[in-house]
Every structure is written in structure tokens, then in C-alpha cells.
């Protein structure tokens, strides 16, 4: 299987994408003026202890000062196991003019400034490191007991001897090789040296190491060997990409390219118009069956239709076919647009065991690649498919877009119709509550011309009974589903 990764840079966003023999299966963004302050390490000085609160305020080179709580710091003193103090008087561990190195845990807030603590986390793709912990934990969501000591011994294994520091092993490193544990271990020793080394030259209120920009994330995440290249169309960052590689995985410098040609790199393998149909909620099967998508805040519902896709010999073939289809489709636009959470798939009804268990095995060998963790239950009696895929960033649809202005994320409006009577009713209102001479109605130029057109007699009708003339006007700004009654 050919696998390239397209870095597509600018100074104020960054696009990269995942492209699979040809075809893309999953899309990162990060905008400058998005990134948060959470992970980022920096030299602080404590400018206030507050005995009363448990707590210090920490500078750190932001409008506000930084928020530090007892529990979030590390024991000064020696001895001391992973777990941090919770007796411990503020004023025994940090003293006003302390200079202190602090990560970020939560951004500010409002009027709020951030909050730190000192137990430093380096995360990698398998692990987190903790060069001031103690330990080898294992994320609970892996569940098998077997794998679990697996991960546990190899990590172990690649301890130190005296080495005072902890790790934590990832969802992801489930079913990863010894060696690639191994390899992220090296990594972040060298990049806490990296980090404790320019702590100690950095003068406090500066930032000492923010986690990596996504055209370097995208090495350290998604750069197994299996991927042939990474095409960078920006000379700076393919300079950084460079360096960060011969720093820590110098045989991934060959597929390291630099993009010159004059066609925009997204536009190879037609990345841009695939990023472009990951928004719409239709999706097409090349059998002329489609997908329906529907993101809500609860879950995620997916559709399958068989369309225009007739079959050759019956109609449980067709179907058969079509849901296999669908469930290879299914599991590449959970990647492409990164959908988290909940998500539900009503495959069109199988009368066949067999049948729904193939298209079971489909679905899950289709996800085999997908990095992130997933888990699926059996077909219920009523064809649906409950699942679940971790949420690790925001969706496509949320990065890219914001709810319809018109209709507030529903996704309808009312119809021209709906809206004539409604105004009605206001008039009838309005017209019995106050003493006019006559009635304006402003609306949109469909509802207008539904009052002088279908609605005309009504509209007489009403002018009767009220006694009042009604003059109607047409307002270009309003939406479909937005009128006033103006008495006059």
C-alpha cells in the first residue's frame, strides 16, 4: 500500500493530510490564532503566596497572572513518591521570588488566568512521560489484561537503571511493537534534556517549550514506515521538519520532500474537493447507493440507501452488497472527518446471518487502520450498528464551519406557507390589543408574494374583519421565517 502525507503551510494556518493509494483518509488543521496555551511549559516567577487558599500566583509572561494550587506541586524535598502533597502548608514549597518551571493545564478563562502545575507531562504518539513521576501506568482504556502486561514489561523493559522518572502508555500504543515503545522512550529523554536544559538559560515569564506545530506533530504522530513521503510545500517548515528529524528519527530524513511545483500541493489526489465533500451530508457509493451523515451533539447517525443501485440477481444480494460497500465508505469518513463519540449506522435490513456478519468483519477490517480507538457491537434485531470512536480534536464540520445563521443548526426553516398564517394570527393580535389606523407587514419577498398571490383572498378576509387596511412590504435582510406587524 502507497502512503504519502501532504503538509500544506502558511504563517497562519497549517493543513495536512493522510492520502492511502491515491485516496485521502484523514485531514489535520491548526490555525495560529486558535492555539491554546494548554501543554506549554514556561519559566515563572511565584509573584504571590496565598496561605488561605492553598495556593500560589504565578508570572508567566501573560496579561494575568497564572494560577498555581498545592496539590499541583512537586515535593521539593526528596523521597518523595508520584503522589503530590495534600497537607503540605503552600508556604514549605514555593516562596514569593521562586522561579519555577510550570506547564499549562487549563487556558484562561474570562477573567481568569490559566492554571499550572509542575508535574511536567511530555506526550509522545505511545506515551506520556513524566520526568518527575514515578512508574509505568496503562491507559484504562485498554482493556485486555494480556496486552496490558505486554505493554507494561516492554516499557519496563526499557527503563533505565536509577532513572527517577514515569511513563504512561497511550490508548494508542495498543497492539504497538516493543521496538516502536522503545523509540518513543529515546525520544522523549532527549526532549526533556532538551526542555530542563533551556528551562535553566530561559529568564522567567518566557515560554520555554510549546507542544510542536502540526507540520512536526505530523512526524511524531503519523510517520510510520509504511509511509513513503511527506510532501511540505513551505521551505521553512520543510527546514524545521528536517532538523526535528535528524534530531530524533534520522532515517525518516528521505521522505522528507520539499513541494516546489506551481500546482498547490492539496491538489494532488483531488485532496481539496475531497475535504469539500467531507461537509456535505450525502455521501455517494460508487454502486449509486449513498450515505446519510448526521452530526448532533448526542451522537452521529449514519443512513445507508441502496439509490439508484438495482442489483443483478435479488434483492437481498443488492442489499448484501451495498451495506459492504457502505461499511468500507463508513470507515473512511470517520477518519477523514475525525467523528467522535457515539455513533450509530442503520445498515438496510439483512435477512441473512451470514450476511450481517460479513458485513460486520468488513467494518472492522476497514477500521483496522484507523489510529484512533474504536469499538463495535453486533447488528441489533432492527439492522442498527452501535458504536464508538474516541474524540481526540474537534470534527472537520466544526473546524471548518459554524451553524446555519438562517436556521440556528436545525438544518429546515419554516415554509412560506407556515409563515402567512402565523402573520395572520399577529394581525388578529395586534389589531384587538391596539388602536391603529392601519397594519404593515414586513417579511421576506416569499412570504410577500405567498400574501398577494395564494393568500390574497385570506389576506381580504382579514382586512375585513379588522377593519384596517393591510399594506405589505418586502424586506431583503429578513430570512424566511422572520416578519413584524407594524401598527400605523
Not at 502512503?3 to 490555525?31: D, K, M, P, W, Y
Request: aromatic share 4%.
Amino acid at each position: 500500500m502507497s502512503t504519502e502525507i501532504l503538509v500544506n503551510a502558511s504563517t497562519h494556518e497549517a493543513r495536512a493530510a493522510v492520502v492511502e493509494n491515491g485516496v485521502l483518509q484523514e485531514v489535520f488543521l491548526e490555525r495560529t490564532g486558535r492555539r491554546g496555551l494548554i501543554s506549554n511549559i514556561y519559566k515563572g516567577r511565584v509573584s504571590r503566596v496565598l496561605p488561605g487558599m492553598q495556593a500560589a500566583f504565578i508570572e508567566i509572561g501573560m496579561e494575568r497572572t497564572a494560577f498555581l494550587h498545592a496539590s499541583d506541586i512537586v515535593d521539593p524535598r526528596p523521597e518523595t513518591g508520584i503522589e503530590p502533597p495534600r497537607t503540605d502548608n503552600i508556604r514549605s514549597l514555593v516562596a514569593e521570588g521562586n522561579e519555577i518551571l510550570v506547564q499549562v493545564v487549563k487556558d484562561p478563562l474570562g477573567t481568569k488566568g490559566a492554571r499550572l502545575t509542575t508535574f511536567i507531562t511530555l506526550p509522545s504518539r505511545y506515551l506520556v512521560y513524566m520526568p518527575k513521576g514515578r512508574g509505568v501506568g496503562v491507559s484504562a482504556r485498554i482493556e485486555n489484561e494480556r496486552e496490558r502486561e505486554r505493554l507494561r514489561a516492554a516499557v519496563q523493559a526499557g527503563v533505565e537503571s536509577g532513572e527517577n522518572a514515569g511513563f504512561i502508555i497511550r490508548t494508542a500504543a495498543e497492539d504497538a511493537p516493543a521496538e516502536a515503545l522503545r523509540a518513543d522512550m529515546i525520544y522523549l529523554r532527549k526532549l526533556w534534556e532538551f526542555v530542563r536544559q533551556k528551562g535553566l538559560r530561559t529568564q522567567p515569564g518566557n515560554l520555554v517549550h510549546a507542544d510542536l506545530p502540526l507540520h512536526l506533530r505530523v512526524l511524531r504522530d503519523l510517520l510510520r514506515p509504511d509511509v513513503d513521503k511527506v510532501l511540505i510545500d513551505l521551505a521553512s517548515a520543510h527546514r524545521e521538519m528536517r532538523e526535528f528529524a535528524g534530531a530524533f528519527m534520522a532515517e525518516a530524513l528521505p521522505r522528507i520532500e520539499l513541494y516546489a511545483e506551481r500546482r498547490p500541493v492539496f491538489e494532488l489526489h483531488h485532496v481539496e474537493d475531497e475535504i469539500q465533500k467531507a461537509l456535505d451530508r450525502k455521501v455517494s457509493l460508487k454502486s449509486g447507493g449513498h450515505l446519510i451523515i448526521d452530526q448532533t451533539e448526542a451522537m452521529t447517525t449514519i443512513d445507508v440507501n441502496t439509490g439508484a443501485f438495482v442489483g443483478h440477481r435479488n434483492l437481498e444480494e443488492t442489499i448484501f452488497r451495498t451495506n459492504l460497500e457502505a461499511a468500507v465508505t463508513i470507515a473512511r469518513q470517520l477518519r477523514l472527518r475525525n467523528l467522535g463519540g457515539t455513533i450509530i449506522i442503520d445498515f438496510i435490513d439483512m435477512e441473512e446471518p451470514d450476511h450481517r456478519r460479513q458485513v460486520i468483519l468488513a467494518l472492522e477490517k476497514a477500521l483496522a487502520d484507523d489510529h484512533v480507538k474504536t469499538s463495535i457491537s453486533s447488528v441489533s434485531p432492527l439492522g442498527l450498528v452501535e458504536m464508538t470512536r474516541k474524540r481526540t480534536r474537534e470534527s472537520l464540520e466544526h473546524l471548518l464551519c459554524r451553524p446555519c445563521p438562517t436556521c440556528e443548526g436545525r438544518g429546515f426553516v419554516k415554509t412560506a406557507e407556515t409563515v402567512c398564517y402565523e402573520v395572520f394570527r399577529e394581525i388578529v393580535r395586534q389589531s384587538r390589543q391596539f388602536e391603529c389606523r392601519q397594519l404593515m407587514v414586513l417579511a421576506h419577498q416569499d412570504v410577500i408574494e405567498r400574501l398577494v398571490d395564494e393568500e390574497s383572498s385570506a389576506l381580504g378576509e382579514l382586512e375585513l374583519v379588522t377593519g384596517k387596511p393591510i399594506r405589505l412590504q418586502t424586506e431583503s435582510l429578513y430570512t424566511v421565517d422572520q416578519y413584524d406587524v407594524v401598527l400605523m
